[in-house]
């Protein structure tokens, strides 16, 4: 394939990380071919050019009962944008993330079509349902890995990958006194961010909990005072709304992580990417998860790590508290608090160690080995 010659890009991601790890790709792909996208993006990729089938919302679904209970919808969906790949003749299938969505796509295309089929964002499969992998082989020409470690698994495996990185590699803390004026806070007081997720169903479940937990450690710590990012405006519609008639210690704003983040000693995390970002931002995050009885009676089983949360699985051990399921309440996320403000020093160490691990080959040496499958 030629790098010059105009390429038909078939894409499709279904959160705001994954559009902007899509955005970086298309850009450098775009260096040296003209692109027509197709597929489902969110606005940073609308702005590259792709008009999407979609909103990209329609796929941010997880666990196991909620794809179960939208599957007819989301197999509509999927079959419209296989019929649209084939029939635009795409070179070059991108799944982001969204793995038992795209997997689809990727075996569709695979039996049908003659497009490369790259998946960004490794499945978990060395986390758990490692089953996986017989497929992945099958049906996915190159996994682009943000973690050395998954690159490192598929390799052993005899799978074709490349260790991308991470772009929380090269993300610091922004100012603190232009996050003060901004935002009109107070530098006297102490801030702790709660992160309840990107996805309703994760706000759902968890973000009660962390109101509980507002009103209880502001009894007697009347000198914090809580902040609340929301990814878009969607989900900070959803988040407004637990606080309706609640007279709480909060500020809650859209497009506030990495502000919010570089002033708070610490954080209250739904697990995810967010954790990651607040432990590379000197944030040590408590790492909070809770879903169903019947997802996690299932996913339990599955499993095959001891840690769940980003950050530790780099560092290789519980760096920072994990609670989970039973164990995510508000007596012990307050200890964990205060067990963590006893330890904030060790933050930058890890920090800086985190950052190093999330440096890899990046997206010229990505579409470089695109160009030559």
Same mark, same amino acid.
């Given at each position: 394939?030629s790098?010059?010659?105009?390429?038909?890009?078939?894409? !499709?991601?279904?959160? #705001?990380?994954?559009?902007?790890?899509?955005?970086?790709?298309?850009n450098?792909?775009?260096?040296?071919?003209?692109?027509?996208?197709?597929? $489902?993006g969110?606005?940073?990729l609308?702005?590259?050019g792709i008009?999407?089938?979609?909103?990209?919302?329609?796929?941010n679904?997880?666990?196991? !009962?909620?794809?179960?209970?939208?599957?007819?919808?989301?197999?509509r969906?999927?079959?419209?944008?296989?019929?649209?790949?084939?029939?635009?003749?795409?070179?070059?299938?991108?799944?982001?993330?969204?793995?038992?969505?795209?997997?689809?796509? #990727?075996?569709?295309?695979?039996?049908?079509?003659?497009?490369?089929?790259?998946?960004?964002?490794?499945p978990?499969?060395?986390?758990?349902?490692?089953?996986r992998?017989?497929?992945?082989?099958?049906?996915?020409?190159l996994?682009?890995?943000?973690?050395?470690?998954?690159d490192n698994?598929?390799?052993? !495996?005899?799978?074709k990958?490349? #260790?991308l990185? #991470?772009?929380?590699?090269?993300l610091?803390?922004n100012?603190?006194?232009?996050?003060?004026?901004?935002?009109?806070?107070?530098? =006297?007081?102490?801030?702790?961010?709660?992160?309840p997720?990107s996805?309703?169903?994760e706000?759902?479940?968890?973000?009660?909990i962390?109101?509980?937990?507002i009103?209880?450690? =502001?009894?007697?710590?009347?000198?914090? $005072?809580?902040?609340?990012?929301?990814?878009d405006?969607?989900?900070?519609?959803?988040?407004?709304?637990?606080?309706?008639?609640?007279?709480?210690?909060?500020?809650?704003? /859209?497009?506030s992580?990495?502000?919010?983040?570089?002033? =708070?000693?610490?954080?209250?995390?739904t697990?995810?990417t967010?954790?990651?970002?607040?432990?590379?931002?000197?944030?040590?995050?408590?790492?909070?998860?809770?879903?169903?009885?019947?997802n996690?009676?299932?996913?339990?089983?599955?499993?095959?790590?001891?840690?769940v949360?980003?950050?530790?699985?780099?560092?290789?051990g519980?760096?920072?508290? /994990?609670?989970?399921?039973?164990?995510?309440?508000?007596?012990?996320?307050?200890?964990? !608090? /205060?067990?963590?403000?006893?330890?904030?020093?060790? =933050?930058?160490?890890?920090? /800086?160690l985190l950052?190093?691990?999330?440096?890899?080959?990046?997206?010229?040496?990505?579409?470089?080995?695109?160009?030559?499958l």
């Open positions: 394939m790098q010059k010659e105009s390429l038909n890009i078939g894409i !499709v991601c279904g959160e #705001h990380s994954g559009d902007r790890l899509g955005a970086d790709l298309i450098e792909i775009k260096k040296n071919s003209s692109v027509n996208l197709y597929g $489902v969110g606005p940073k609308e702005a590259l008009k999407s089938e979609f909103n990209f919302s329609e796929l679904i997880m666990g196991l !009962v909620e794809p179960l209970i939208n599957f007819r919808k989301l197999s969906l999927r079959k419209n944008l296989i019929t649209l790949f084939i029939n635009k003749n795409i070179d070059i299938f991108i799944g982001i993330d969204s793995p038992d969505f795209n997997m689809g796509i #990727h075996k569709i295309l695979k039996k049908k079509h003659t497009s490369k089929n790259i998946q960004v964002v490794s978990s499969v060395w986390g758990w349902r490692q089953d992998i017989k497929s992945i082989q099958a049906n996915i020409d996994t682009l890995c943000l973690f050395n470690f998954e698994y598929y390799k052993k !495996v005899g799978h990958s490349l #260790h990185g #991470h772009p929380f590699f090269n610091y803390k100012d603190s006194k232009e996050i003060f004026s901004k935002y009109n806070l107070d530098k =006297s007081k102490n801030y702790i961010s709660i992160l997720g996805r309703k169903s706000i759902d479940n968890l973000l009660p962390y109101i509980n937990f009103k209880e450690y =502001s009894k007697k710590n009347e000198n914090y $005072v809580f902040l609340i990012p929301a990814a405006k969607k989900i900070l519609s959803v988040i407004n709304k637990y606080f309706l008639n609640k007279d709480l210690p909060i500020l809650i704003k /859209e497009n992580m990495r502000d919010f983040l570089s002033i =708070s000693d610490l954080s209250v995390a697990s995810g967010a954790t990651l970002e607040s432990a590379v931002l000197e944030c040590p995050p408590i790492i909070c998860y809770k879903t169903n009885f019947l996690y009676s299932i996913i339990s089983r599955m499993l095959k790590i001891k840690n949360g980003l950050p530790n699985l780099l560092l290789g519980e760096v920072y508290k /994990e609670l989970i399921q039973n164990d995510c309440n508000v007596d012990n996320i307050i200890q964990a !608090v /205060e067990e963590t403000k006893n330890s904030i020093s060790e =933050s930058i160490k890890n920090s /800086e950052r190093n691990m999330l440096k890899g080959k990046g997206n010229s040496e990505a579409v470089k080995t695109i160009t030559v």
